[in-house]
């Protein structure tokens, strides 16, 4: 059986503890204000002034927040949310009964 995997790129750990603690929300400032939106929004809009801030970057670099995007791309084909939620599964119990492994 072959399980190797194309393409495979290496993975360093510190892109997996970048997503591991990318916050649930991003703190844009404008007009003197501070206020939250998701991280992976591409745009907010000032509450005070409405005008429409940039919020990631499209620059030739990479974020971490690119990986999720490509990772919620992956989940939008059939049969992977079921996936998913097995894995989630799985890694929520193991985490439970073995907390020093942390996400596996
Ligand atoms: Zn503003």
């Known amino acids: 059986m072959n ?8 993975v360093p750990e510190e892109l997996l503890d970048a997503i591991r603690s990318l916050p649930l929300k991003r703190e ?6 501070r ?26 670099t990479t974020e971490v927040e690119d990986v999720f995007d490509a990772v919620f791309e992956w989940m939008n084909q ?9 894995r989630k599964e799985l890694s929520k119990r193991t985490k ?3 907390p020093k492994w942390g996400y596996c």
């Not at 745009?43 to 499209?58: D, E, H, M, N, V």
């Open 3 to 10: 399980l190797k995997r194309y393409p495979d790129p290496e």
């Open 28 to 33: 844009v400032e404008h007009c003197g204000q």
């Open 35 to 60: 206020f939250v939106v998701s991280p992976f929004d591409i745009y907010a809009t000032c509450p005070k002034c409405g005008i429409q801030l940039k919020t990631r970057s499209f620059s030739a």
């Open 78 to 86: 059939p049969g992977a949310a079921e996936l998913v939620r097995k």
């Open 96 to 98: 439970i009964e073995h």
